[in-house]
């Protein structure tokens, strides 16, 4: 894949939003805006917890609205349009029945919920599964996810989240596709490919909702919520790609972000939610505000109070605000003040409208509410099977001395406080999950042994925590068994909104379990469970195999088991650059050099931290398979790259090793001379390609000149003759350059 894949994505955005849109839709949507009243517009854009299905607690601060008959009287009165995060087929009906016959313009509502991997089966968090580099699973788990969602009554998820993760530190980096521009643009459009489907309309299709808009990975210090500090050329080469590739591929909903850019909060941001994705882009869908967001323009010191927040958002392009009632309480009398224009209001409510027609809801108001559908689609027949497949695909072996894959008759201890719980099997945003049939580490391995006695387990310490005695009975468990499989690293709580880490690395106690372990002289194998990069040192950093497993879901047991024995080798590849010290982030691959770059032949008076290199530890794009690869130097069809023709890059890809490759061959580039100084390197294409256990393959790259664009000074699209380098490598940081020559046009 390229980067030409995605390019020009998002181009006449207006056009993919009219396709939903028949002249009979929009006629109703005109008469109903014109028969309603400013109270039952503001109504229609909010939406608040459901009251009425299951959902689960603890999810956001504060507790749910408990109070049914309060929410069925504001329903019945048109004083909301949706509702979140209540599941299940039952009870959709009753609910929707309130808003269809008993309001007065009988407008349905619509469901939303937090499905971001999956419902009630889980698979890999979205971080994990850009590790397979591979967007056409992520489309078809998506599309899984959508249709246990629909069946169960949801019209709309919060998902994709697009953002670039490039500080390791915020703790949503485990939501979106990490930090490279290019896996983010793919990932973010396949995620809507698979959410909507064919047809919004299809009653197993999910409206996609692209968040958090804009720049919210970009938060100081990597704390969550916080500000973010950045040029306008950084905003749009790095961080609005990803959300315009999602537009391009037909999502009608955006959710703003919870950050300030240049110190406007992105809910209050005209130039984000007006100009950018309006004027340029020809947006047509709705924005929803973020859980409260609206309101937190108080807390931001930009609005004076709830009405001042209310008129704030609404002009800046917020169509429909979250658990917040400051629409419905202060547009009325904002527009009778001429604070808010008419105009303004019925626009946003229109939107709304014309994505509630997109959906079918006018005609099919009751769609997913019917359990024998529900039934059908829970866990149906496959979906256990792309569960495993995705797990599989997800994992990345960072290091292996040879210890595996294991035997089948090998007495192991599995060590660790995350092996057995099905929560950290699942990992965070999980909310729906089916924790009856989550297959953990130990059930997984227990499952695939030859004999399940040659399992033995032990707990040794809490994630944060030390047990009394908890080394003392690790050991035991260690001295009794060939080799020790470690399962260290995050538990599901500690990553996700709201968990951003001063110092991202295994917590202390795990470390001295790993210590205790590595001192036995068995065999160390280390699955490393995270939401994000870590800091690796010691023993654990020391291990015969590391095996990130990140949280792989509902069938991480099995998915794991297929790799430590065999079944299946490791194909993942980092997605995000895991450092030496955690005191380097934001760390990535795609950063800018300096004016005194380090260097292997000094590193005095260079851009160096005392304590580390200007390196990753595992660098991004990294990951083994039982194989040994050798990459050759590149070679290209030419030295120079004619204005309007193509050069083709290949190297010759040897397996050194005992059993057959995957592997991940990655096209990197840099502009060695711009007007803007480029990044050491790009990720501009990548292929897989196998390669036969000691025999060899070859890999073909083509670059054409629109693979090598930049922001000029005037932030407008160039692309200028010279000279540049190019690596076919395992990784962001290794291979051989060659140098070739971009002709003038």
């Excluded at 919210?216 to 919520?225: F, Q």
């Excluded at 194998?525 to 995270?530: G, H, M, N, P, R």
């Amino acid at each position: 894949m390229s980067r030409r894949d995605v390019l020009g994505g998002g181009v006449a955005l207006g056009l993919v939003a009219a396709l939903h849109r028949s002249a009979r839709a929009e006629a109703r949507v005109a008469d109903l805006v014109a028969r309603m009243t400013p109270e039952e517009k503001a109504g229609q854009l909010t939406v608040v917890n459901d009251p009425f299905r299951w959902r689960p607690g603890g999810v956001n601060p504060g507790d749910f609205d408990r109070d049914q008959a309060r929410i069925a009287a504001e329903i019945r009165a048109g004083r909301l349009g949706a509702l979140f995060n209540g599941v299940g087929a039952e009870g959709a009906a009753g609910v929707q029945r309130i808003a269809v016959e008993e309001s007065r313009l009988g407008v349905p509502l619509l469901f939303a919920a937090d499905i971001l991997h999956g419902l009630r089966t889980v698979f890999p968090v979205p971080l994990a599964e850009a590790a397979s580099f591979d967007p056409g699973l992520a489309e078809r788990t998506a599309r899984a996810a959508a249709r246990e969602g629909g069946a169960s009554g949801i019209h709309q998820t919060y998902a994709p989240m697009v953002d670039i993760g490039r500080d390791q530190r915020w703790g949503r980096v485990v939501e979106g596709a990490g930090e490279d521009v290019l896996l983010g643009r793919l990932f973010a459009a396949a995620r809507v490919r698979g959410f909507q489907g064919d047809s919004l309309a299809d009653p197993l299709s999910l409206l996609a909702t692209p968040k958090h808009f804009a720049a919210y990975g970009a938060a100081e210090g990597g704390l969550d919520y916080n500000s973010a500090d950045l040029s306008d050329r950084t905003l749009r080469e790095v961080y609005l790609p990803p959300f315009r590739a999602a537009l391009g591929a037909g999502a009608l909903s955006v959710m703003s972000a919870f950050n300030t850019i240049d110190g406007v909060p992105a809910t209050g941001n005209p130039y984000l939610l007006t100009g950018i994705l309006r004027r340029e882009w020809g947006f047509a869908g709705f924005v929803v505000a973020d859980y409260t967001a609206d309101q937190e323009l108080i807390a931001h010191g930009f609005a004076a109070d709830g009405r001042d927040a209310a008129r704030i958002a609404m002009l800046a392009g917020v169509d429909m605000v979250m658990m917040s009632d400051l629409y419905v309480r202060h547009l009325p009398g904002l527009v009778a003040e001429g604070a808010v224009p008419m105009a303004r209001l019925d626009e946003a409510v229109s939107r709304v409208l014309s994505v509630k027609a997109a959906l079918g809801l006018f005609e099919t108001p009751y769609r997913g509410s019917d359990p024998a559908v529900e039934a059908r689609e829970i866990g149906a027949a496959g979906i256990r099977a792309l569960a495993r497949e995705a797990g599989r695909r997800s994992a990345v072996l960072l290091r292996n001395s040879g210890v595996l894959p294991l035997r089948r008759d090998v007495r192991i201890a599995l060590v660790g406080p995350l092996a057995a719980e099905s929560v950290n099997a699942a990992g965070p945003w999980s909310l729906f999950a089916d924790h009856a049939r989550v297959v953990t580490i130990e059930q997984g391995l227990r499952a695939a042994l030859s004999d399940p006695g040659l399992l033995s387990v032990a707990r040794g310490t809490e994630v944060e925590a030390e047990i009394p005695g908890g080394i003392a009975g690790a050991l035991a468990a260690a001295e009794a068994a060939e080799v020790v499989v470690l399962v260290a690293g995050e538990s599901a709580f500690m990553s996700a909104e709201a968990q951003s880490r001063a110092t991202i690395d295994v917590p202390a106690p795990q470390r001295a379990l790993a210590e205790a372990l590595a001192a036995t002289g068995k065999p160390l194998i280390v699955l490393l469970k995270c939401g994000r990069a870590l800091e690796l040192s010691g023993a654990i950093a020391e291990a015969e195999a590391i095996l990130v497993t990140w949280f792989l879901g509902s069938e991480e047991g099995n998915a794991v088991a297929d790799l430590l024995f065999g079944d299946a080798a490791p194909s993942g590849r980092l997605p995000v650059s895991f450092p030496i010290r955690s005191g380097q982030e934001p760390y990535y691959y795609a950063h800018l050099s300096t004016g005194r770059p380090e260097s292997p032949e000094s590193a005095a008076y260079k851009a160096r931290y005392r304590e580390a290199p200007n390196r990753a530890l595992h660098p991004f794009g990294h990951g083994l398979g039982y194989g040994v690869i050798r990459y050759s130097e590149p070679r290209l069809s030419a030295g120079t790259l004619g204005w309007e023709s193509a050069l083709t890059a290949r190297a010759t890809l040897t397996n050194t090793g005992a059993r057959a490759v995957e592997e991940l061959a990655q096209l990197y580039v840099r502009d060695r001379v711009a007007r803007v100084a480029r990044p050491v390197r790009l990720l501009a294409g990548f292929e897989r390609v196998s390669v036969p256990a000691g025999g060899a393959a070859e890999v073909a790259f083509t670059l054409r000149r629109t693979d090598l664009g930049y922001l000029d000074p005037e932030g407008r699209q160039t692309v200028e003759p010279g000279e540049f380098d190019l690596w076919i490598a395992p990784d962001a940081e290794s291979g051989l350059p060659a140098r070739f020559t971009l002709a003038p046009g």
